[in-house]
């Protein structure tokens, strides 16, 4: 098939599932090229329409052409400014020509900041329920999961994964009305409408446009709704009806259980009976390391996972303040010119590094080797023979229990191996000490070479 074809049959699809808007000012004003076999070169008219096409539908557009090309596309994307792209219009497929005139309402997403994705958000066992049911509504928004009730203590990802479904579903159906709000925007918001409404009659209106019209509703901290005057709570309860009687969805979130909003309408709480509700906890160390690793990456700085997860284990904070232990030690390394290490970030934070005496991870590595008289490089390597496997076990069962070090940082050090792997091997020597005298014996030998009591 040659790429004329091709771009008409992206266009087709493109014109019933994306945005009318979207797609006359990006989709029909570029054209598509296959410059060498199985490459489609994407021709934009402005840089911009570039940057919103490769951004947003790199993959429609891949998956569009792999399906009908039967191939597997490598697709590209440049500027062709100084041609009018008008070229392509007789190339339109005829229903496109014959519709152009009458578009379809654009989608919106008000209130949705792009920065909170499912991508960045790390999934843990103190939030993979919630994290899996808004992943769910995602595929399929309104059916399955309606309401969704999203409930956490403070800094804790609730704006980050209610925002993080708006986004995705922008992103699979820009077709979508999407509005997202705090209860308090929602509410004030209304008695402007009311206030307004006084003098000119289409206020309130407008109001209920934005929000009666909404196919997705993303209410984040209902618990401002709970306690505030009945005509708020009247019409968020009319809002709420409306839109689920219409099979539309709606997530709320809320520092508190729906039964602990004992301020809220009745009504209201009754509802969210009829949906699902899930709650996130604080993250465990595995998870806050996990999540620093990731800002890290982000935010490119350098900093060992040694000394990252020293700050995780030692931030046993929710996950706004510990991006906010994170920042201040990059602020305060950036300004003192230091290199970021557990020392540095023990000084910064105020530790007592001193107090918490721990035996280091070389210590603990090198003391092992000596002990089974084996190479450090057989240690971390491969090798599943028992010489080296009971040897392993052990310095996993001592990092763990002695250095303070996680799971995953010590599935690092010892030649990159999964966390699950490290927490088999502590398990396994744990049980195995109760029953192996000879183990017992070893290990207590070794504490003693590092002079540990405990
Ligand atoms: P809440 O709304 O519950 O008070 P936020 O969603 O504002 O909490 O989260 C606080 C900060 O922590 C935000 O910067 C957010 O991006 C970040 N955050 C929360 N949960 C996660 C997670 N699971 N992975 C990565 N970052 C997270
Ligand atoms: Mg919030």
């Known amino acids: 098939m040659n790429a004329k074809d091709l771009w008409k049959a992206i266009l087709g699809k493109a014109e019933t599932q994306l945005s009318s808007t979207f797609y006359k000012a990006y989709f029909l004003t570029s054209y598509a090229e296959e410059v060498n076999e199985g490459e489609l070169t994407i021709v934009c008219n402005s840089n911009y329409s570039k940057n919103q096409i490769s951004k947003s539908y790199y993959s429609f557009i891949k998956e569009t052409a792999d399906t009908v090309g039967k191939k597997d596309y490598k697709i590209e994307f440049r500027v062709e400014e100084t041609k009018k792209v008008e070229t392509n219009v007789d190339g339109l497929p005829l229903l496109t020509i014959l519709k152009k005139e009458k578009a379809a309402e654009p989608g919106s997403s008000e209130g949705l900041s792009p920065k909170y994705t499912f991508e960045s958000f790390i999934v843990g066992p103190s939030n993979r329920l919630a994290h899996a049911i808004a992943t769910a509504i995602t595929e399929n928004p309104g059916k399955i999961y309606n309401p969704f009730f999203l409930h956490a203590g403070v800094g804790l990802g609730k704006t980050h994964l209610i925002q993080a479904i708006g986004n995705k579903i922008v992103e699979t159906n820009p077709q979508a009305k999407i509005v997202y709000a705090t209860a308090e925007t929602f509410m004030n918001e209304l008695i402007e409408a009311i206030q307004e409404g006084r003098n000119k009659n289409y206020s309130a209106n407008k109001f209920r446009n934005k929000f009666r019209k909404a196919d997705v509703l993303l209410i984040d901290d209902i618990q401002f709704i709970a306690g505030r005057g009945e005509a708020t709570q ?21 520092d508190k259980a729906p039964k ?55 931030a046993e904070t929710n996950i706004r303040e510990l991006e906010g232990v994170f920042l201040q030690i990059i602020t305060a390394a950036r300004a003192d010119g230091a290199e970021i290490t557990k020392e540095y970030c023990a000084k910064v934070l105020g530790y007592a590094l001193l107090e918490k005496p721990v035996v280091t991870i070389n210590e603990i590595l090198r003391a092992v080797c000596t002990y089974y008289n084996i190479k450090m490089a057989d240690l971390k390597g491969e090798r599943r023979i028992k010489e080296f496997v009971i040897p392993r076990q052990v310095s996993m069962y001592l990092l763990k229990n002695y250095s303070g070090t996680p799971y995953m940082a010590i599935g690092d050090l010892l030649g990159g191996r999964d966390h699950t792997t490290i927490m088999h091997g502590n398990e396994k020597i744990e049980k195995k000490i109760e029953e192996d005298l000879r183990l017992k014996q070893d290990i207590n030998n070794l504490k003693k070479t590092l002079n540990i009591n405990a």
């Open 234 to 254: 009247e019409e968020f309860f009319h809002t709420f009806n409306a839109l689920y009687m219409a099979q539309k969805q709606i997530v709320l979130t809320s």
């Open 260 to 314: 602990e909003l004992s301020k809220l309408d009745q009504r209201i709480t009754s509802r969210f009976a009829s949906g699902v509700v899930a709650d996130m906890q604080k993250p465990d160390v595995v998870t806050r390391s996990a999540i620093l690793r990731e800002k890290r990456d982000i935010a490119k700085v350098d900093i060992s996972n040694e000394v990252v997860d020293f700050i995780a284990l030692n």
